[in-house]
């Protein structure tokens, strides 16, 4: 096998373990200008593509679009550098603050999932309880009634 075939293979399979992530325009990331991720700006994510993204970097001197930005776990950074020589691409990862918020709404969904499970509980026990109150109020009336055919009518006591 050729040392091109070896390397078409190698891609193929390490790309279809890489899984893109689910990103949202104005999203905020870290671009780097190649895999080393040596340097690094803040950006925000204007277009979100199969499996690139186009940012607009805040550099402190000026404003740069970088098109089609790869993911920094995305193989193709490691096995095609030379894409990177051309200028305006780059390499991305979520900025902290996205990885906060991510983390945040996991969070906020496992405890609406919780409350969700916990009134469903509470619901039925209410609605036990409103039957248990039924039933006891039920039997009370009938022990009443069976009380007053056991006395019979109240007699008038002479004084």
């Not at 689910?22 to 870290?30: E, F, I, N, R, T």
């Not at 790869?70 to 200028?87: I, K, T």
């Not at 009443?144 to 007699?155: M, N, Q, W």
Request: net charge neutral; glycine share 4%.
């Amino acid at each position: 096998m050729s040392n091109s075939a070896t390397i078409k293979q190698k891609m193929a399979e390490e790309n279809a373990k890489f899984k893109f992530p689910d990103l949202q325009v104005s999203q905020a990331v870290v671009v780097s200008t190649d895999a080393s991720e040596s340097d690094h700006v803040f950006g925000f994510i204007v277009k979100v593509k199969s499996r690139a993204v186009d940012v607009l970097c805040i550099y402190p001197e000026r404003i740069m679009y970088r098109l089609d930005c790869w993911h920094a776990d995305d193989p193709q950074c490691v096995l095609r550098p030379d894409v990177f020589s051309e200028g305006h691409r780059g390499v991305f990862r979520l900025a902290p603050r996205e990885k906060q918020l991510e983390a945040l709404v996991e969070y906020m969904n496992g405890a609406r999932a919780d409350i969700a499970g916990q009134l469903g509980t509470l619901t039925k026990r209410i609605e036990s309880s409103e039957e248990f109150n039924t039933t006891l109020l039920a039997r009370i009336q009938e022990l009443e009634e069976a009380a007053s055919k056991v006395a019979g009518p109240k007699r008038k006591t002479a004084k």
